[in-house]
C-alpha cells in the first residue's frame, strides 16, 4: 500500500515508527488513515525486524481527533460494520480492538494536544506517554454524546471517569499519568527521547515472548469485563444521538467542539 496519511521510519533497531502525517489537518483520523494505520501495524506485526512500534503526530499536536470534516467517516472504512443504529461506535470499536489484539506492543507519544478519536487510538496503544504540557480532552460530550469508544471507565476507574464525562474538561499530560490514561509524562523536550528509550527495553525481548505477555494482560482485562464494558456504550451513544442537545448540535458540531476546547 502506498501510504497517504503517515509516515513510517526505524529509528534504531527493532522499533518501528508511525507519524500521523497531516500536520495542516492537526492529524485528524480520516477512514484513510485508519486504513493506512492498520496495514502499516498488521505489517509489522509478521516483520521480524520490528519489535515495537511507536505512534506519533507531525506538527503541533498528536491529533485533533476524527476528521469530522472531511466527508463521511464510513466511507472507505477498514472495517464492515452492521448498518442502523451505533453503527459508527461499531466501527470505532472494531479498529481500536484491532490494536489491542496485536501480537506486538504499540506506544502512543503525545505532544500537544490529543481530542477525542485522538484518545481513543492513545488508549487502544499497550503503552501511552505524554508531554508534561499535552492536553487530553474528549470535548463533544459537552455537546454531542459519550464517547465512540468508552475507554474512560474501564482504564480510570469510576470517580476519574465520571468527572471527565460530566464535565468535558482537558487534563494535562501531568494529570494523565497521575489518573492512569498515560504510563508516564516527561518534559515535551524530551519526550522523543524519553519514548525511545522505553522502546528499546521493550525490543529487547524477543517477539515470541512479548506477544504472550501483552495478551496475558489483555486477557485479564477481558475477564474483568472491560472488552465488554467498552462494547456496551455503543448502544448509549447511538441513543444520544436521538436527543434534543445533539440535534440542536449537529449543525456546526466542528466548530462548537473548538469552542468547548477552547472554555
Known amino acids: 500500500m502506498t501510504y497517504e ?3 513510517i521510519d526505524a529509528p534504531r533497531e527493532y522499533v518501528a ?3 500521523l502525517n497531516r500536520p495542516e489537518k492537526r492529524n485528524a483520523i480520516s477512514p484513510r488513515m485508519r486504513v493506512e494505520l492498520l ?3 498488521r505489517g509489522h506485526d509478521s516483520d521480524p525486524s520490528v519489535r515495537v512500534t511507536i ?3 507531525a506538527g503541533v499536536c498528536f491529533s485533533a481527533g476524527y476528521d469530522l470534516a472531511g466527508g463521511p467517516m464510513m466511507e472507505g472504512a477498514p472495517f464492515y460494520s452492521a ?4 453503527q459508527w461506535a461499531r466501527q470505532c470499536h472494531d479498529t481500536w480492538f484491532s490494536i489491542w489484539d496485536l501480537a506486538k506492543p504499540v506506544i502512543a507519544q503525545i505532544h500537544g494536544y490529543a481530542i477525542a478519536g485522538a484518545t481513543e487510538l492513545a488508549s487502544a496503544c499497550d503503552l501511552v506517554y505524554v508531554a508534561d504540557d499535552a492536553s487530553i480532552s474528549y470535548p463533544i460530550v459537552r455537546v454531542m454524546s459519550p464517547p465512540d469508544w468508552q475507554y474512560h471507565t474501564v482504564l480510570l476507574g469510576m470517580r476519574r471517569a465520571m468527572e471527565l464525562m460530566l464535565t468535558g474538561d482537558a487534563i494535562s499530560g501531568v494529570e494523565a499519568a497521575a489518573i492512569g490514561f498515560a504510563n508516564r509524562s516527561f518534559p515535551a523536550d524530551s519526550l522523543e527521547d ?5 522502546a528499546g527495553r521493550v525490543a529487547g525481548i524477543p517477539s515470541d515472548l512479548t506477544q504472550i505477555n501483552k495478551r496475558s494482560v489483555h486477557r485479564a482485562f477481558d475477564v474483568w469485563g472491560a472488552r465488554a464494558a467498552i462494547r456496551a456504550g455503543t ?3 447511538a441513543l444520544a444521538g436521538h436527543t434534543e442537545t445533539a440535534h440542536a448540535h449537529r449543525q456546526g458540531l466542528l466548530e462548537r467542539m473548538k469552542e468547548q476546547n477552547r472554555g
Open 39 to 41: 496495514d502499516a501495524l
Open 5 to 7: 496519511t503517515i509516515v
Open 235 to 237: 448502544e448509549l451513544q
Open 17 to 19: 515508527r508511525i507519524t
Open 194 to 198: 524519553s519514548v525511545m528509550a522505553v
Open 55 to 57: 505512534i506519533r503526530g
Open 83 to 86: 448498518p442502523g443504529d451505533g
